[in-house]
């Protein structure tokens, strides 16, 4: 019996009802087809350079990194397709879920079966992919950065126990973990165009950008389905065999377009990801040079001289190969990769977990052989919260680095500044002057009285507090930072920097301390009256001065260079007993090589300081019941003295029992940023020149110390901080280049030059 011809359009219409989704798949997902998006490849030569693809780019460079060398081109298999969801941290907890994500950051094996990134990129460069209402709520909130995860697909491995898994997948099932739902979706972006399976992962209205066309198209989709009922409907007289053999007919016309769609994608991908492998391998694959280091005098000038490593973007293979043979060219170096340096080898943001501005230096050691310093910093972990730039972690090494042979070079009793309105010519000590060190210092005296201002402001709880108390017509005090006592533990040649705080003293007890005698503040007053004042400023105005110089922001720098300051106090001592590195550069005056750049010079901090002496830092005037009245407060408060370092060793006992897990973070971050479990500090550190040739920490011994250490339980933050110290790295700072090729150069070495600061006196 014939079966009745149903007009195809029908068969369709019945079949798949449009504006309904086919059986397993919500009503507010995506329709059937590959998902409809931006193709990027319309408009750029190629799209993987653009900003939407940089977490992708920077996982596969990150991957390449860290595998073995047998394994290394499977990061850029372009058969892995690549895939990002952008997430809006206005819908997410931070406590919950933004801090554990970034916090775990990635899972990968070495094998290369599984990578996964979570990091935190810019809204601008994204603003023209995202919605305009999803913009406007970002800046009404205030927020500048976004969450990314970003992954690797998962291939079928060749004995086939493991299931090929998308991208997509991948990083649906980290949002499942962390309990992040659809809504916090902003922006996905894939390699290749997100398949008919994966689109509907997608919210039908979240922005979908792709590089190469994939799949079948929702048209596609949709035309073959009529054909696929028009060819049945034509052979329906001739049975069900007929019909399947007419409708396979079909399925196999669209599966060959599919597949030289396919083809031809990835043999795009191929070109592209060997221009983004040339341009990242060109931009981030040279550290820089380690800093607590100083170029052998002894070489050739080759255009970089002798100058301080900090600042330098030269390979840390060059200054690897120099420990060796410190005047050979070292270009046909291995790589090896140090903590720190792999940190901030890349300019841009970083994941946002470090806050770059909390780095400090923690421990030093010198080996004894002549080949350099090891060192480790301290920085905060705060996602979103932080500075996640890399120039201010390259800043904050290169200041660190700079005083800590500044430290070493001046003899002890100039490290002081002085701003006070009576004695323009003693500001500060005439080399120390010409150095960021210097710099910083006398910044920070200006700011300690810009501190007290807003303390005794009328207007503010301990302001007015501190006014009612005062008594007589007269109040003038002055304040020094000096370093309070500084606990240490030192194991042989290695120094770990438990606490160093600084304390703030009124002239009263500080000249009292070194043996001299103040003149009166106000010598109309009688002493009875000073007295009650000066108590009345110690009890109410110093603990909060005191707490905002050895915790708040604008303070960092001091306390960065101080902690320098005591790392060379020690190192100074270890090279009375034994042979340094740099025990021919203690107490030589020389400072060449840490000279400041730039136009600044110490008058124009004391220019700035007479300003704010005569003119005040507040005028107030109040109006009360009983009239108006007018307050105007002159104060002059100054000094810094670190010229006297008190340092309390910490014992053997209290260290393993206070500091347990310490020493083992700092070995591991000499190769990878590390953290002991549970804590919310991450350690980032780098060997010696020559430890790093040898390439320690390396994949191999890695994996070695792995089976060893299995057995032991470790964080997934720790755990995740330990394997893949790149993916701590900056997401990409690729520029949108406009059919251009990246440019392979290496970054010019450049000295950094003298420009500021007086003759020695």
Known sequence: ????????????????????????????????????????????????????????????????????????????????????????????????????????????????????????????????????????????????????????????????????????????????????????????????????????????????????????????????????????????????????????????????????????????????????????????????????????????????????????????????????????????????????????????????????????????????????????????????????????????????SDAFFVWLSLAPQDFWVNLNPDEPERIVDGRLGRTDAGKVMLEADLEMKKTVGKLIHPHSAPGRKFWAGVRGDCMSFRNWILPATASVHQDGDKLYILDAPLDVKMETQYLKDNGASSAASCPEQDKATEDHNEALFRDLILPRLKKAINTAPEYAELRRVYLARVAAEWYRELSRTKDTTYGDLIDSGDIDNWRRTGDWQPTDTFDRYVDSYTKGEFKVTDRTTEGNTTYVRSYVYGGVDLTRIPLKTVTDDRFTSDFAGLPQSVDRSLNAPSAAAGDETVWLGSPTPRQAKTGIGAPAKQEAQGKQEAQEPVSSGTRALWLLPALLLAPIALLRLRRRRLDAARRANHLRRNAVGRPPR
């Open 1 to 400: 019996m014939n079966r009745p011809r149903w007009p195809a359009a029908l068969l369709l219409a019945l079949l798949i009802p449009l504006g309904s989704a086919p059986p397993g798949m919500a009503d507010d997902k995506r329709p059937p087809g590959a998902a409809k998006g931006r193709d990027l490849s319309m408009q750029e030569e190629n799209p993987l350079l653009t900003s939407p693809f940089e977490p992708i780019e920077k996982l596969r460079y990150d991957l390449w990194r860290e595998l073995p060398k047998a394994d290394k081109n499977e990061a850029w298999n372009p058969s892995r397709n690549g895939a990002a969801v952008y997430l809006d941290p206005t819908v997410l907890d931070y406590d919950d879920q933004i801090m554990p994500l970034l916090k775990e950051t990635t899972t990968l094996s070495y094998t290369g079966r599984e990578a996964w990134a979570a990091s935190v990129v810019r809204v601008d460069p994204l603003r023209e992919y995202l919605k305009r209402a999803a913009v406007q709520r970002l800046d009404d909130a205030k927020w500048g950065e976004l969450v990314v995860v970003s992954a690797l697909n998962i291939q079928k491995d060749k004995n086939q126990k493991e299931k090929t898994r998308h991208s997509e997948d991948v990083i649906q099932e980290v949002l499942d973990k962390y309990g992040i739902g659809d809504e916090a979706e902003l922006l996905g972006s894939s390699e290749r165009q997100n398949c008919s399976r994966c689109a509907r992962l997608y919210r039908p209205d979240t922005p979908l950008v792709f590089g190469h066309p994939y799949d079948i198209s929702v048209q596609e989709w949709l035309d073959r389905e009529v054909e696929i009922a028009w060819a049945r409907n034509k052979v329906v007289h001739l049975g069900p065999e007929a019909e399947r053999n007419a409708e396979k007919g079909v399925r196999e016309k669209y599966a060959k377009r599919v597949d030289r769609r396919n083809g031809t994608a990835k043999d795009k991908l191929v070109t592209d990801l060997g221009e983004v492998r040339r341009g990242l391998e060109a931009r981030y694959g040279h550290e820089p040079s380690p800093a607590f280091s100083v170029d052998p005098k002894e070489c050739p000038d080759q255009g970089t001289g002798t100058q301080s490593l900090g600042l330098q973007q030269t390979s840390v293979l060059t200054a690897a190969a120099r420990a060796a043979n410190p005047c050979d060219d070292a270009e046909d170096t291995p790589r090896a990769a140090t903590g720190l340096g792999s940190t901030l080898a890349a300019p841009g943001l970083s994941t946002g977990g470090i806050d770059f501005s909390s780095m400090e230096l923690r421990y030093l050691s010198d080996p004894g052989d002549g080949s350099g310093l090891e060192y480790s910093f301290s920085a905060d972990f705060k996602p979103l919260k932080g500075d996640a730039r890399t120039a201010t972690g390259r800043a904050a090494l290169s200041q660190s």
